[in-house]
């Protein structure tokens, strides 16, 4: 069980309060959980390691050693540090396999985040978020959630295409095929978005062993219980967690729920 974590940044003019909670549980099924989360200001992500490949709870892992490397913790990051840090987990997962792997023996591994940059003087403080594969990333704002990373998966491209509908793509035998990870190329594509950093947001970061289970509409009513700590001690990474698994926990489930606000 995770309970609910607090940091703070310092800036020149203000000071930025994180409060956060984070969970990662093999579920009902698996055997290993190849789930990884990294929840240390100013970045929080999560890395779902490529099930069924060579070493995905390794390559998952790795990720966060790099970004551990590459951001000072409770400081506002850069777009460019962020970015880099990207691209070496890229090299570092890239280097678990051997010259001679393909198909399922390369390592890899998703991820999904969001960081506090300072985007320079013209900019100015910006949550990032950053994606590669079927992780997402969601903005909780008004009671309304948001889905703000796109899927880079086999389905997602169907229903891009028009070809299915969303309903059909959740029960597609491609529906776990995903068209980009960290470590199956020799360049990774990521998408990233700059978002302004304002008086109150929050996040939701999550492996697809939670979106699986539960929809959007699922996800939103826990949030919308606005709680920090229920009466059992659970903080909202953990209480969506149970309910993924109560569903069937098909698949590692892995959360951070972040909220920040100014002073």
């Known amino acids: ?37 990294f929840a240390q200001s100013p970045v929080f992500l999560v890395a779902d390691g490529m099930g069924g490949h060579a070493q995905g709870e390794v390559a998952s892992q790795t ?11 409770d400081l506002p990051s850069t777009p460019e540090r962020i970015l ?38 013209s900019g100015g403080y910006h949550w990032m978020a950053f994606n590669v594969g079927d992780s997402r990333v969601y903005t909780w704002t008004d009671g309304v959630l948001a889905q703000l990373s796109v899927d880079h998966s086999a389905v997602q491209e169907m229903v891009d295409a028009g070809l299915i509908s969303v309903d059909d793509a959740e029960k597609h035998p491609e529906r776990n095929v995903i068209t980009r990870a960290i470590g199956a190329e020799e360049f990774v594509d990521a998408d990233v978005w700059l978002l302004p950093a304002l008086a109150h ?5 999550c492996s697809d062993g939670l979106t699986k289970e539960l929809d959007d509409a699922a996800i939103a009513g826990v949030l919308a219980m606005d709680i920090r700590l229920d009466a059992a001690g659970r903080s ?18 892995s959360v951070v729920y972040l909220e920040s606000a100014f002073d």
């Open 201 to 205: 947001q929050s996040f939701l970061i």
């Open 236 to 253: 909202v990474a953990d209480i969506l967690v149970d309910h993924a698994i109560e569903h069937g926990g098909h698949d590692n489930v």
């Open 63 to 73: 990720v966060l050693r790099v970004f551990d490397e590459h951001i000072a913790r």
């Open 1 to 37: 069980m995770t309970l609910q974590q607090q940091s703070r940044i310092e800036l020149s003019t203000a000071v930025a309060r994180l409060s956060f909670s984070v969970r990662t549980d093999v579920g009902s099924v698996r055997k290993i959980n190849e789930d990884s989360v």
């Open 84 to 121: 880099d840090a990207i691209h070496s987990s890229n090299d570092a997962v890239r280097d678990l396999s051997g010259a001679d792997d393909y198909g399922t023996a390369v390592s890899g591994t998703t991820l999904a985040g969001i960081a506090f940059v300072d985007a320079g003087d």
